[in-house]
Nanobody, 126 residues
Framework: QVQLVESGGGLVQAGGSLRLSCAAS????????VGWFRQAPGKVREFAAG????????YYADSVKGRFTISRDSAKNTVYLQMNSLKPEDTAVYYC???????????????????WGQGTQVTVSS
């Protein structure tokens, strides 16, 4: 069992930055890849960034590539999403999710994750 708690969301002006954190508890978190997803009002949840359990693969949605960076601090059992050059269209609830190393499925799809956090709101004003 893995529990995930996101933090770091808030209100920021366009062009600003935020760093989201996803703190994990539970056994063997190192055996899980982590993805960040986001969901805007009235829209489906979409993939933003992913980091494989081994750390050897990193994935970004085209909409955030070059602006967002996913990273992991294994000692702290925490995964981060650094978001720079934020745009109003980045406004959403951001969720982190954990994918077991046993899965060989793509990290881009929400159905391929085993555990989810409760989400943190990010609002970017224009």
């Amino acid at each position: 069992q893995v529990q995930l708690v996101e933090s770091g969301g808030g209100l920021v002006q366009a062009g600003g930055s935020l760093r989201l954190s996803c703190a994990a508890s539970g056994r063997m978190f190192s055996n899980y890849g982590v993805g960040w997803f986001r969901q805007a009002p009235g829209k489906v949840r979409e993939f933003a960034a992913g980091l494989s359990w081994s750390g050897s693969n990193i994935y970004y949605a085209d909409s955030v590539k070059g602006r967002f960076t996913i990273s992991r601090d294994s000692a702290k059992n925490t995964v981060y999403l650094q978001m720079n050059s934020l745009k109003p269209e980045d406004t959403a609830v951001y969720y982190c999710a954990a994918q077991s190393f046993r899965r060989t499925a793509t990290m881009y799809l929400a159905v391929n994750y085993d555990y989810w956090g409760q989400g943190t709101q990010v609002t970017v004003s224009s």
